[in-house]
């Protein structure tokens, strides 16, 4: 059996611990590895690696650490098909989808590339008479990663890539069901050229995390999962002096509005609802149809569903794949099985015919649901798309600004005006016009409100130079021993 153990100062660790977790093929639903869990110790150990790398990497000028991101970036580039295969291997998404999710993070890498730029502060000359003020930002130190199963390779680079080009050292706590990618990323950085110690991965689960959160030498914390688990690390890393950024999870709505092209908006909601099995954060899970258009939306739907080719990645005509786990497959089918109950119309059951073998599971359409159902209130993660019936846009908004989560969210329509108010008026965080899946680029920053962020800085982008660096203002005068006297006075600019 294959074992996945840790990278600390560029080698590969065996660990130490005695507990291992079991990585699957989603597809085959066979174990294909193990990974070492870190112990305290072991998490310990690596801290101490990364706080001894600190002092000489956050001396190392920005152009050197900027080079070596330059090389990553093309290492990345030179390598993203057998990265996507541990993608494709561990966490079922095809290749197509594995690709994408690695063009993304690369986006993240040549953001960082600008560092030098990202950097600058700000200088005010001569605020006194011979004094000047300028702001500088510095790196913070150790600082931990820890991220969900679903983007193994992006969600990744969204932290490390910013973190690391701000001069601090950083520890990656990946998730336990597809640790691979992780660890072809670091052997990647090593080829780049990064020192040792500055980028390690710790493997593990609620062990290593709750070390990484209370340990004294963690100057933050930046993770992305569900949001029980969101604030869980929030609350526990605040609450030991560490600045946090905890992204939870969604329920993403589509609002399509009578004037919509109702071709585009179903294409766009069966592509941001099933693809990678649903399994995105960003994943459209409900679709807001005004009445008069909702029953022609919701036959363009059921004529696009299935056509869906359910397969696993190493088949090339596969369009989506399997879920993560058996546990997990078996959670989504419970909210399909128990929609009718509910009073909801379950329009395509994916429950049926979805193979034996893997975690497979196919598209489901469920029609009527209301708030209070529980394939409404809670994140289902998997290839299910609701479609709730709404009298008019203000209902539509009502809706979503009810709702406790609010990463992502889209409006379908050809009236610039309302979708103007829209984009005022929603309590989301990200807002797609005509645009299903509004994730930012990378020089904008990604975060939701409400239960889908903990904390007040977003990922990446400006906001992730912001959250790895602290600020601080000098004030300085050089002496002039003709203007030298004392002055007990508070210190005033005029
Ligand atoms: P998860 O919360 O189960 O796990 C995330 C990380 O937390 C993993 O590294 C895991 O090892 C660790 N963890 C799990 N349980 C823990 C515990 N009790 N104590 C301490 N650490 C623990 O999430 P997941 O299932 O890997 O990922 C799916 C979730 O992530 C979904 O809810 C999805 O919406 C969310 N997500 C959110 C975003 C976003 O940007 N908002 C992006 C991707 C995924």
């Given at each position: 059996?294959?074992?996945?153990?840790?990278?600390?100062?560029?080698?590969?660790?065996?660990?130490?611990?005695?507990?291992?977790?079991?990585?699957?093929?989603?597809?085959?639903?066979?174990?294909?590895?193990?990974?070492?869990?870190?112990?305290?110790?072991?998490?310990?150990?690596?801290?101490?690696?990364?706080?001894?790398?600190?002092?000489?990497?956050?001396?190392?000028?920005?152009?050197?650490?900027?080079?070596?991101?330059?090389?990553?970036?093309?290492?990345?580039?030179?390598?993203?098909?057998?990265?996507?295969?541990?993608?494709?291997?561990?966490?079922?998404?095809?290749?197509?989808?594995?690709?994408?999710?690695?063009?993304?993070?690369?986006?993240n890498i040549e953001f960082a590339c600008g560092i030098p730029a990202l950097m600058k502060g700000g200088y005010s000359e001569q605020a006194s008479g011979g004094v000047d003020v300028y702001s500088i930002r510095?790196?913070?130190?150790?600082?931990?990663?820890?991220?969900?199963?679903?983007?193994?390779?992006?969600?990744?680079?969204?932290?490390?890539?910013?973190?690391?080009?701000?001069?601090?050292?950083?520890?990656?706590?990946?998730?336990?069901?597809?640790?691979?990618?992780?660890?072809?990323?670091?052997?990647?950085?090593?080829?780049?050229?990064?020192?040792?110690?500055?980028?390690?991965?710790?493997?593990?689960?609620?062990?290593?995390?709750?070390?990484?959160?209370?340990?004294?030498?963690?100057?933050?914390?930046s993770f992305v999962g569900s949001t029980p688990i969101a604030k869980y690390v929030y609350e526990t890393g605040t609450k030991n002096g560490k600045r946090v950024q905890a992204l939870g999870g969604a329920k993403n709505h589509m609002l399509v509005l009578p004037d919509a092209d109702l071709d585009m908006a179903a294409d766009a909601a069966v592509s941001a609802a099933y693809g990678s099995a649903g399994e995105r954060c960003m994943a459209i899970s409900v679709v807001l149809a005004v009445d008069t258009i909702a029953d022609a939306l919701i036959e363009k739907l059921k004529t696009r569903v299935p056509n869906i080719k359910v397969g696993p990645g190493t088949d090339p005509s596969a369009e989506m794949g399997p879920l993560i786990s058996r546990e997990h497959r078996d959670k989504v089918a419970s909210y399909i099985n128990n929609a009718a109950g509910e009073g909801a119309t379950v329009v395509i059951n994916g429950t049926d015919k979805a193979k034996d073998a893997g975690f497979f599971l196919n598209p489901s359409l469920i029609d009527n649901v209301k708030p209070g159902m529980k394939c409404y209130d809670e994140e289902i993660f998997g290839p299910v798309l609701t479609v709730m019936r709404v009298k008019s846009y203000a209902e539509g908004l009502k809706t979503i600004n009810d709702n406790q989560f609010g990463n992502g969210t889209a409006i379908f329509t050809r009236d610039g005006g309302v979708a103007r108010q829209f984009q005022y008026d929603v309590q989301v965080?990200?807002?797609?016009?005509?645009?299903?899946?509004?994730?930012?680029?990378?020089?904008?920053?990604?975060?939701?409100?409400?239960a889908s962020l903990f904390g007040d800085q977003h990922m990446y982008g400006p906001e992730g130079i912001n959250f790895f660096t602290r600020g601080k203002v000098v004030t300085s005068r050089w002496p002039d021993p003709r203007t030298s006297a004392v002055d007990l006075g508070f210190p005033t600019n005029r």
């Amino acid at each position: 059996m294959q074992r996945i153990s840790h990278w600390v100062n560029n080698k590969v660790v065996v660990g130490t611990s005695g507990r291992t977790g079991k990585v699957f093929n989603p597809a085959t639903g066979e174990q294909q590895a193990e990974v070492d869990l870190a112990s305290v110790a072991e998490v310990d150990a690596v801290i101490a690696k990364s706080k001894a790398a600190f002092p000489e990497w956050r001396a190392t000028g920005m152009s050197r650490r900027a080079e070596i991101m330059f090389r990553t970036r093309e290492l990345l580039d030179a390598n993203r098909k057998e990265l996507a295969t541990y993608l494709t291997l561990e966490h079922g998404k095809v290749p197509s989808d594995a690709l994408g999710e690695i063009a993304r993070g690369i986006e993240n890498i040549e953001f960082a590339c600008g560092i030098p730029a990202l950097m600058k502060g700000g200088y005010s000359e001569q605020a006194s008479g011979g004094v000047d003020v300028y702001s500088i930002r510095q790196p913070l130190g150790v600082v931990a990663g820890i991220t969900p199963f679903n983007f193994p390779a992006m969600v990744p680079m969204w932290m490390f890539a910013n973190a690391i080009m701000c001069g601090n050292t950083f520890i990656l706590k990946p998730s336990e069901k597809d640790p691979s990618a992780s660890m072809f990323i670091a052997d990647l950085l090593r080829q780049a050229g990064l020192p040792d110690g500055v980028f390690n991965v710790v493997h593990g689960d609620k062990e290593a995390v709750d070390r990484l959160l209370v340990h004294p030498d963690i100057q933050s914390v930046s993770f992305v999962g569900s949001t029980p688990i969101a604030k869980y690390v929030y609350e526990t890393g605040t609450k030991n002096g560490k600045r946090v950024q905890a992204l939870g999870g969604a329920k993403n709505h589509m609002l399509v509005l009578p004037d919509a092209d109702l071709d585009m908006a179903a294409d766009a909601a069966v592509s941001a609802a099933y693809g990678s099995a649903g399994e995105r954060c960003m994943a459209i899970s409900v679709v807001l149809a005004v009445d008069t258009i909702a029953d022609a939306l919701i036959e363009k739907l059921k004529t696009r569903v299935p056509n869906i080719k359910v397969g696993p990645g190493t088949d090339p005509s596969a369009e989506m794949g399997p879920l993560i786990s058996r546990e997990h497959r078996d959670k989504v089918a419970s909210y399909i099985n128990n929609a009718a109950g509910e009073g909801a119309t379950v329009v395509i059951n994916g429950t049926d015919k979805a193979k034996d073998a893997g975690f497979f599971l196919n598209p489901s359409l469920i029609d009527n649901v209301k708030p209070g159902m529980k394939c409404y209130d809670e994140e289902i993660f998997g290839p299910v798309l609701t479609v709730m019936r709404v009298k008019s846009y203000a209902e539509g908004l009502k809706t979503i600004n009810d709702n406790q989560f609010g990463n992502g969210t889209a409006i379908f329509t050809r009236d610039g005006g309302v979708a103007r108010q829209f984009q005022y008026d929603v309590q989301v965080g990200m807002v797609g016009i005509n645009v299903p899946i509004p994730v930012p680029v990378s020089y904008y920053s990604f975060g939701g409100w409400k239960a889908s962020l903990f904390g007040d800085q977003h990922m990446y982008g400006p906001e992730g130079i912001n959250f790895f660096t602290r600020g601080k203002v000098v004030t300085s005068r050089w002496p002039d021993p003709r203007t030298s006297a004392v002055d007990l006075g508070f210190p005033t600019n005029r």
